[in-house]
């Protein structure tokens, strides 16, 4: 199984029982699926996202340690920091981590526009995210809302995160072996939107319900093509321990390019759902102990970030 299967939200409303329907299959058997034609984020506000993004990220390294990674908050800008359990080495990034319900603290505001606009690009990302989670409540027994009421991002206690990447050029090194972009890791969230731009290749995934070694290492990878306006989206941790492992989380990596490829900066953004901290995980057939979406996000930073100062 390697194909990532491309579900068109075109004409909601009448399709949706097909749309849910390829939605489901695709969470069970493969972990990935990529949206397009969604009405919102539309393909113009993706593009606005990663124009901001773009000017974030140009900025002096003094400006950007303004807003710095706050390792309990899981917000802000990090450089080069993010140790990935499955390689041992940094992921050679910069990310900004922001987060609905802090707008105002620990957000950049060295760029016009910047707050507005990418606190509308969340509202509409979770909107999306909460019309694919919506099939995936049904399907396991809960309220068609259940996943709303699970991610309110305007309390205290919300966790869903946007992220914006950036890679740097890297033309003309090559990286020793055992560096990554993105090191090989499973998202620890409900489901993750990940916003790629045409020509932005690199990110790779291992799909399907069999991963056969230790983070993936040696198994099969596909490469997903990169266009602006199509989301790939992937099924994380909780969700998969919320449906009693029905539907698949799975591994990606973005490979760090050899001399003679395409070695030029890459740029993705990706929204992250994760349930308020006071709600509690447990599937229908109570498969693993319950745990709140809080210890959760806890116990999975802490084996993942294992080198955030
Ligand atoms: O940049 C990408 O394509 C992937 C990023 C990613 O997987 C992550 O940040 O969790
Ligand atoms: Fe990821």
Known sequence: MSDIPVISFRDFENRKQEIGNQLIYAAENIGFFTVCDQAYPSVDDIKQQFSLSEQFFAQDDNVKSQTPFIKDKNSGWEKMAQVRPSTGTPDQKESLQLQQHTKGQNWPTTINGFEDKTEKFMINSRKLSMQILSFFALALGFEEDFFDRAHNVTKEDAQSTLRLLYYPDITGIQLPKG??????????????????????????????????????????????PAKTGHIVCNIGDMLMSWSDDRFKSNFHRVRAPDLGQNQQTRMSIAYFNQVNKNVIIQGPLKKYPALTGGDYILQAIARNFSSFK
């Open 179 to 224: 560096y990554w972009r993105a090191g090989p890791h499973t998202d620890f969230d409900v489901l993750t939107l990940l916003f790629q731009h045409d020509g932005g290749e690199g990110l790779e995934i291992c799909p399907g319900r069999k991963v056969q070694t230790s983070f993936a290492i040696g198994d099969e990878w596909t490469p997903v």
